[in-house]
């Protein structure tokens, strides 16, 4: 299996649920079919570098997954189907998965926690 990242753009006047089920339907599309997603990341609607469908702005999603290369074509023929993505892109990913903001708060807490403890009993 090899690591990909997918990074889609969808239609900006998709939000809140119709939104989350979307994603959940595309990740769907990964998961049915074996893949392993590793990180799924919602980076909000933000400006468009040049107008596409007539639209200024869209939302980013970026999916990081282990899956066999068959199915690449599946998910990306499911991409294209849909009407309210924008763009796709998806590429063979050479990178190390980082953890997520919460995650890296959640262990930066834990250790400073640590140390003050003993600290304090001194």
Known sequence: MKTYESL???HPEVVGDDLTTMVDKFQ???????AEILKLDNWGVRKLAYPIAKQGR??????IFDAEPQIIAEYERRLRLDEKVLRFLT???DGV??????????????????????????
Do not use: M, N, R, S
């Open 8 to 10: 889609y753009i969808i």
């Open 28 to 34: 769907g599309v990964l998961t049915d079919q074996k």
């Open 58 to 63: 869209g939302c980013y999603v970026q999916v």
């Open 91 to 93: 590429v063979i990913f």
């Open 97 to 122: 998965v980082e953890e997520t903001p919460a995650e890296e708060v959640a262990e930066e807490a834990a250790p400073a926690t640590e140390d003050a403890a003993p600290a304090a009993a001194e």
